[in-house]
Structures are given as structure tokens and as C-alpha cells.
């Protein structure tokens, strides 16, 4: 294992990130804090740029293009920010502070309140559709948008952001605005609210957690179909983040209980099964475990962490609170004929 010296003590925190999120891919992350905004290459780790910005909230930047969306003290007005320009090309007013924002090369999705808004990309952005009331999570990738059922929080709504010609009539853009929303699939996910959910990079497939955070399951979108049900642990946990492998075929999940647990999708028999499993015909005794697992090492002012892919073998874990970043590889060991999880090397990302 790698480990290089901070270049600032763990404890420092006069300048706090407020937000982070890797990008489409997962090949670059952003991260916002009280004074500026900070762009990393995540394989390998590399600073590529930094733009002075006061009192960021929330951050998204558009693949490796030039474009970021962000939010600021005035939390109602999402910025699109074009890093060439070095200005703001078009603002986003909504009418409640914005939980969440998601980019795509036509559409930027943002979630406030209890509803989601769809805009098209241009200057002004247009906001192409009606509000979608949803439960408070939601995901888009691919122009496919998922998100949990307002009534039933168990829940989970997935429908497609069809691509429409311009308008030249009043009333071709009302039909432009019912068309841009696909037919949808409704999932009955689980039994307690959902708590988070994941598409994979084909956005083929869907992994869903509830807040009780001990099942997680993947389903197909097109049809709704589940494909597996892994057991993440016995206890109730509250799920931090979850990730799929650039090739679909793994899932890692975190929770607070600093386990970083892989699922194998595909080859299914790699995955722990309860010795039992043949002898008490139980649902507990007949769950899939994880393929392999990790005890994090946190201290007591960890306040989350994300995770993304950088192969189909390794895995990078960011903690805000610190400013570091884990490397982690995913291994069979020959002689104990089993998958491991180890660490690889951890860097500290200068702020």
C-alpha cells in the first residue's frame, strides 16, 4: 500500500467542502467549498483546475466539457457556468431550495421541494415539462430518469426523456412538452421508503436501497423485472452511497456501519451464501451475500463518503472530511480461494 504524506492536517477544516460528485463517467471529480470550486482527474489523481466561487452549496459538472452547474448562497437559483467564458451562460430560478442536480448534453435535471423539473439545454433554459411530484429521491443518466413514488415511498417511477424537434407553433409545443416524457415503468421496490437509487453506465439496470438499508435489489428498466436481491447485513444500516463497475458487472455498496461491500451481478454463484442454505428454507438463510467486504478505517468527524469505479477491478473511496482519497482493488486470492478486497494506496487532494 501507498501512502503519501497530507499535504494539510486531517483536521483542517477552515475551508470546508460543502458538496462533491464525480462527473458521468467517473473519470473526474468536483468539489465545492466556502470559497471555491475544484476539478480532479480520479485515475490518477491530478488537480486540474480551480475557480474562485463564494459559498457554493451544490456542484455538477457536464462530462469533461467546460460546462458546471452550481448553487450558491441563494439556493433557489442554479448557475450554468461555462469555465472558457469564465461567466455564467444561463440561470435556473425554481421556487424552493434545489436538493439535487443532474446533467446531461440536452437535458439538466433539478429536483427541489416535492417535485423535479426537466429543462432543455440552450440560453435561456427551457423548462420542457410540467413538475413531476416525486418521494425525494431521484437519478438520471441517459435521459432515463428514476425517482420514488410521491404516495407510496416503497416505490420507484422509471421513465425515458424522449428527444423532440423544435416547436414553431404554440400548440406544437405544448404537444413537444406531454411527448418529451416516455412511457414509464413503475416498480414496487420495497416495503419501506426508498432511500437510494443507482443506474448502471447503460442505465439498463437499477439498484435500490431502502432506509432500513439491510436488502438491496436490482431490477431491469425496461420491464421492472428483478434480477437480483443481495443481503447487505442483518442490522438496519443507513445506506451512504452506491456504485456500478464500469462494466455493469459489480455493485459496491457503503454503509454507516463502514463496510464497503461488492455484489457480483452476473455470476451470481461468487456470491456468499449462508452455510444453512440448504437445510432451513428461510428468506434470511437463502440471501445472497457479497461477494467480498472491507472494514473501513473512519474517525469520529466522518460525515460520508462516495465511491466510484476507475476499472472493472478497482474502486476509489472520496471522504470530504479529511480531503482523502482511497484506492481499493478487488481480488481473487489463489490460496485462500476467495475475493478479497484491498487497499491499494491513499492520496490527499489539496484544497
Known amino acids: 500500500m501507498i501512502t503519501r504524506n497530507p499535504i494539510v492536517p486531517e483536521n483542517h477544516v477552515s475551508n470546508p467542502v460543502t458538496d462533491y460528485e464525480f462527473n458521468q463517467d467517473q473519470s473526474c471529480l468536483i468539489l465545492s467549498t466556502l470559497k471555491s470550486f475544484e476539478i480532479y482527474n480520479v485515475h490518477p489523481v491530478a488537480h486540474i483546475m480551480s475557480q474562485e466561487m463564494r459559498h457554493l452549496s451544490k456542484v455538477r459538472m457536464l462530462h469533461r466539457t467546460n460546462y458546471v452547474a452550481f448553487v450558491?448562497?441563494?439556493?433557489?437559483?442554479?448557475?450554468?457556468?461555462?469555465?472558457v467564458k469564465k461567466q455564467d451562460v444561463s440561470r435556473i430560478k425554481v421556487d424552493a431550495p434545489v436538493k439535487d442536480l443532474f446533467l446531461s448534453r440536452e437535458f439538466i435535471v433539478v429536483s427541489y421541494g416535492d417535485v423535479i423539473s426537466v429543462f432543455k439545454f440552450g440560453n435561456p433554459w427551457k423548462r420542457i415539462t410540467d413538475d413531476i411530484r416525486f418521494g425525494g429521491v431521484c437519478e438520471f443518466s441517459n435521459g432515463l430518469l428514476v425517482?420514488?413514488?410521491?404516495?407510496?415511498?416503497?416505490?420507484?417511477?422509471?421513465t425515458k426523456l424522449q428527444s423532440s424537434g423544435g416547436a414553431t407553433t404554440q400548440d406544437q409545443g405544448v404537444q413537444q412538452q406531454k411527448a418529451i416524457l416516455g412511457k414509464g415503468?413503475?416498480?414496487?421496490?420495497?416495503?419501506?421508503?426508498?432511500k437510494m437509487v443507482r443506474l448502471n453506465r447503460k442505465s439498463d439496470m437499477v439498484a435500490t436501497c431502502s432506509q432500513d438499508g439491510t436488502i438491496i435489489r436490482v431490477f431491469k428498466t425496461e420491464d421492472g423485472v428483478l434480477v437480483?436481491?443481495?443481503?447487505?447485513?442483518?442490522?438496519?444500516?443507513?445506506?451512504?452511497?452506491?456504485?456500478?463497475?464500469?462494466?455493469?458487472?459489480?455493485?459496491?455498496?457503503?454503509?454507516?456501519?463502514w463496510t464497503l461491500h461488492v455484489f457480483e451481478i452476473f455470476n451470481d454463484q461468487d456470491n456468499k451464501r449462508h452455510a444453512l442454505k440448504?437445510?432451513?428454507?428461510?428468506?434470511?438463510?437463502?440471501?445472497e451475500w457479497?461477494?467480498?467486504?472491507?472494514?473501513?478505517?473512519?474517525?469520529?468527524?466522518?460525515?460520508?463518503?462516495?465511491?466510484?469505479?476507475?476499472?472493472?477491478?478497482s474502486l476509489v473511496v472520496v471522504w470530504p472530511h479529511t480531503r482523502m482519497i482511497e484506492t481499493?482493488?478487488?481480488v481473487f486470492d489463489d490460496e485462500m480461494e476467495r475475493w478479497l478486497i484491498q487497499m491499494d494506496q491513499r492520496e490527499q487532494l489539496m484544497i
Open 328 to 330: 481499493f482493488k478487488v
Open 228 to 257: 437480483r436481491e443481495f443481503r447487505r447485513g442483518l442490522d438496519r444500516a443507513d445506506v451512504v452511497d452506491m456504485k456500478w463497475s464500469t462494466d455493469g458487472s459489480k455493485l459496491a455498496v457503503v454503509s454507516d456501519k
Open 185 to 194: 415503468v413503475l416498480i414496487k421496490a420495497h416495503t419501506n421508503p426508498i
Open 278 to 287: 440448504g437445510w432451513i428454507n428461510m428468506k434470511y438463510f437463502q440471501s
Open 290 to 313: 457479497s461477494l467480498c467486504n472491507f472494514k473501513l478505517s473512519v474517525d469520529k468527524h466522518v460525515r460520508g463518503c462516495k465511491i466510484a469505479w476507475i476499472s472493472e477491478s
Open 72 to 83: 450558491t448562497g441563494v439556493k433557489e437559483v442554479v448557475h450554468i457556468w461555462d469555465d
Open 147 to 158: 425517482y420514488s413514488n410521491e404516495f407510496n415511498l416503497g416505490q420507484i417511477h422509471i
